[in-house]
């Protein structure tokens, strides 16, 4: 495991209505971080950051909406603290998202392609190089994975594929990768998330 910089000990949810979050929250308490897993929307309050995992993301929009977490994930991603959606998590925060039958959290200036990759069959690993990522190339494991068709201002693309495929996409506080970090034995993507921010209210 490559050495990095990890912030202090944070309490992080990782939202799990449906979908990969056991992974994630095996990664940030190999960290040494303490991680929530969230079921309900008043468990937002008092976290540090947020992670929405990868999975489906009909079905996840769909326990969104009946469970009430819309709008409070919506103000969760105003608040300047740390959000991260993996795969089908960035399909919920992108703005304009294809053959999405309900509305996702849409709070990122990027338009995203559902399984644009194909399908379970067609998964595959590529080693990217992220923006603000230090020590190397990044093992990214891509399954069913959506693509970032279009990155608008204030959100700008952090790591691409050798084609120029954008794969993660930042903006201010909010972050977007297709692909599935916590599949990897690499907590560099996740120290990285941990140490985003921005003002409050300013996701830029």
Known sequence: MTNVQV??????????????????????????????????????????????????????????????????????????????????????????????????????????????????????EEEIAIDGIEGGPFRAVFIRAPVIERVDPPARAIARLEDGTVVAARQGNLLATSFHPELTHDPRLHAYFLAMGAPQGAAK
Request: hydrophobic share 40%; glycine share 12%; net charge neutral.
């Open 7 to 124: 912030p202090g000990p944070r309490t992080v949810g990782v939202l799990a209505l449906q979908g990969d979050f056991r992974e994630h929250r095996e990664m940030l308490e190999a960290m040494g971080h303490r991680a929530i897993e969230i079921r309900k929307p008043a468990q937002l309050e008092g976290i540090d950051a947020l992670i929405i995992p990868g999975g489906e993301s009909t079905t996840i929009a769909r326990l969104i909406l009946s469970n009430g977490f819309q709008q409070p994930l919506r103000d969760f991603c105003a608040s300047g603290k740390p959000t991260w959606g993996t795969c089908a998590g960035a399909i919920l925060l992108a703005q304009e998202v294809d053959r999405l039958d309900r509305p996702g959290i849409e709070v990122m200036a990027i338009r995203v392609r559902r399984n644009a990759f194909g399908r379970q069959v067609d998964s595959f």
